[in-house]
């Protein structure tokens, strides 16, 4: 069963939230979700052959490789973000040692060229888990702006 076909889900207004891994898979499923209203990737990568190849990261490289093939098959999501309808934010930290920032660029990169609307959030001086608050703050004002209040406000209160 979908998510969308569930009784309690309102199918005009799925949002996607990606954290790392979560993020990279959150990613590859925007063109496959239909009404999406919203994506918030946080700390992830999007074109894994060229994470692969530059990162000196050998732990991302055996995550990414397990079976140490010679010419992995990796993807990348860059040329179906021309496809996307939702609006994205993208958060990173400059100093992320786990997915350089590198990926939130070639993401932003693309989003600009193809003027899908999107932020682009950096978060100076710190690396892959990124502060809560800061975080927090960005997504509740990013979702503010495009999807509006989860909740239906009460004249009672």
Known sequence: MKATELSWVDPTRILLYGFS????????????????????????????????????????????????????PLFSILPEVSIWTAPTLILHGVDDSVIPINQA??????????????????????????????????VLSFLRQHVGSACARSNDS
């Open 105 to 138: 660029q070639l993401l932003n990169e693309r989003l600009e060229a193809v003027k899908i609307p999107h932020r682009f959030v950096v978060f100076p001086g710190v690396g892959h888990r990124l502060p809560v608050d800061g975080v927090r703050d960005e």
């Open 21 to 72: 891994r979560g993020a990279v898979y959150g990613a590859a499923s925007v063109s496959r979700i239909p009404n999406m209203r919203a994506v918030v990737l946080h700390s992830g990568a999007y074109d894994l052959p060229r994470l692969y190849k530059e990162t000196p990261t050998q732990w991302v490289r055996r995550a990414l490789n397990p079976n140490g093939e010679e010419n992995p």
